[in-house]
Nanobody, 122 residues
Framework: QLQASGGGLVQAGGSLRLSCAAS????????IGWFRQAPGKEREGVSC????????YTADLVKGRFTISSDNAKNTVYLQMNSLKPEDTAVYYC?????????????????WGQGTLVTVSS
């Protein structure tokens, strides 16, 4: 089970930190990814982390502004989002992949959280 939280309303240029709390599986065995879906658009991958070794991958569209991290002791993955832009407005989802490789392919993720809404005002 995955529980995403931390969304909200923020002005452009501001920051938010999203959390994804995991339970019911061996956290260290999974890659956790963050995805987002804006109204009328496809869900897109943002960033992912391999909990077995801490390696990460971040999509170019947010690279340099968003940072993913993990606290394995708390079974929680974070997405620190800085310098937010109105185009970052979306529902953000976290998901878990057992495949053990860094990926932002939606089909590689078998478990999904419920999503948390991020709204960036201009």
């Amino acid at each position: 089970q995955l529980q995403a939280s931390g969304g909200g309303l923020v002005q452009a240029g501001g920051s938010l930190r999203l959390s994804c709390a995991a339970s019911g599986f061996t956290f260290d065995d999974y890659v956790i990814g963050w995805f987002r879906q804006a109204p009328g658009k496809e869900r897109e991958g943002v960033s992912c982390i391999d909990n077995s070794d801490g390696s990460t991958y971040t999509a170019d569209l947010v690279k340099g502004r968003f940072t993913i991290s993990s606290d394995n002791a708390k079974n929680t993955v974070y997405l620190q989002m800085n310098s937010l832009k109105p185009e970052d407005t979306a529902v953000y989802y976290c998901a878990a992949s057992i495949y053990g490789v860094l990926t932002l392919v939606r089909a590689d993720f078998g478990s999904w959280g419920q999503g948390t809404l991020v709204t960036v005002s201009s």
